[in-house]
C-alpha cells in the first residue's frame, strides 16, 4: 500500500489533498515545513509531494532570504533525502513564475526559464538543483508548474472581481482583449492522483493549466451570470485608461501602469506536455465548470 509524505497541508493544495486522500483512504503522513528533517523521517515513505513554500509576496515586503532558505534550501533538503531513501516519487510544486513573469503567445517547458522575481528565481534555483542530481533507478521526480490555482475556500484576484461584480461596480477595462490561463484544483489534483496511480508516466518538467485561457471580461460576465447579477462592463477607450494610469504613476491613484498592466496583461500556459503524458485529451474540469465551482464558494466563505 503507498505510504505518501506531504509537506504543506496546512495550504490551499495541501488541504484538498488531505481531503482526497481521506475519501480514498490512502495513507498519508504530513511533515511540518520547519524542523530538522533527517532520513530516517522518511525512510517507509513510497512518495513525497512537497508543497511547503513561501508564496508570493505582490506587496514585495518580505526579505529576500526567506525565499531562498524556504523554496530553494528546504527543498534541497528534501530532495537529498528522496535520493538516499526507497520513495519512488518525488513531486515538487514549483510554478509558472520559475520561468516567467511576462508572455508572449504561449508559455512552454522549453522556454529559457528568466523568473523576474525573487519567489520565480528561488523556485527556479530548487528546480535546478533537482535536475542536477542523478536520479537512482526507479526512481521519479515530477516538477510541476501550475498557473494560478483556484477552488473553493482559495481567496484571490477572483475574489476581488467577484466583489466587483456583487456590488455593482462597473468595470471600465472591457476594451482590452487579454487570455490568461487558469488551474482549477480539481484538475490539479487529478494530476497528482495520476502520477501516484501510474507508474509508466514518466517524469519530467511539466506545466498544469487549465484546457482553455479565459479574458477577464469573459470571467466578469460568467461571475454574473453565476450569481444572477448583471456584470456592468465599460469598453473605456484603451488609449484614455492608459493616460489615467500614467497620472496615477505621479499621483500615487488606485489606478497605475503597474497594476493596469497586472489587470489586462495575457499569461497563457501550453498544458499540451502533461496531458500527452497521461494520455488524455482533456482534463476533467473545464475552464468555466471549474470557475463556476469557486464562484459559487465566495457567499460560503
Not at 521526480?141 to 484576484?157: D, T
Not at 462597473?170 to 482549477?184: H, K
Request: proline fraction near 5%.
Amino acid at each position: 500500500m503507498d505510504n505518501v509524505l506531504i509537506t504543506g497541508t496546512s495550504g490551499f493544495v495541501g488541504r484538498n489533498i488531505s481531503i482526497l486522500f481521506d475519501k480514498e483512504n490512502r495513507h498519508y503522513t504530513s511533515l511540518p515545513l520547519r524542523g530538522y528533517w533527517q532520513s530516517s523521517i522518511v525512510k517507509e515513505y513510497t512518495a513525497i509531494i512537497h508543497l511547503a513554500g513561501k508564496a508570493h509576496d505582490i506587496k514585495n515586503v518580505s526579505d529576500p532570504n526567506e525565499y531562498l532558505e524556504i523554496n530553494t534550501n528546504l527543498t534541497i533538503q528534501l530532495f537529498d533525502i528522496f535520493l538516499k531513501g526507497p520513495a519512488r516519487d518525488f513531486i515538487f510544486m514549483s510554478s509558472v513564475k520559475a520561468a516567467a513573469d511576462a508572455v508572449n503567445g504561449v508559455l512552454i517547458e522549453s522556454v529559457n526559464a528568466q523568473p523576474g522575481t525573487t519567489y520565480g528565481k528561488s523556485k527556479l534555483k530548487a528546480e535546478e538543483y533537482i535536475l542536477s542530481q542523478s536520479l537512482p533507478e526507479g526512481k521519479r521526480v515530477f516538477i510541476l508548474r501550475p498557473c494560478m490555482i483556484h477552488g473553493p475556500g482559495n481567496k484571490g484576484n477572483l475574489n476581488l472581481l467577484y466583489g466587483v461584480v456583487k456590488k455593482g461596480i462597473p468595470y471600465p477595462l472591457g476594451a482590452f482583449r487579454n487570455q490568461r490561463s487558469f488551474l482549477s484544483i480539481d484538475n490539479l489534483l487529478f494530476v497528482i492522483q495520476s502520477i501516484l496511480d501510474q507508474a509508466a508516466i514518466p517524469g519530467g518538467v511539466y506545466q498544469v493549466a487549465d484546457d482553455e485561457p479565459l479574458s477577464t471580461t469573459t470571467i466578469i460576465k460568467l461571475i454574473g451570470e453565476t450569481i444572477n447579477k448583471k456584470a456592468r462592463i465599460l469598453n473605456v477607450s484603451i488609449p484614455f485608461i492608459k493616460a489615467i494610469a500614467k497620472m496615477g504613476d505621479v499621483l500615487s491613484l488606485p489606478l497605475n501602469t503597474e497594476r493596469l498592466t497586472k489587470m489586462t496583461e495575457s499569461y497563457v500556459v501550453s498544458n499540451v506536455k502533461i496531458k500527452k503524458a497521461l494520455g488524455i485529451a482533456r482534463f476533467p474540469t473545464s475552464s468555466q465548470e471549474g470557475l463556476i465551482h469557486t464562484i459559487k464558494s465566495f457567499d460560503k466563505v
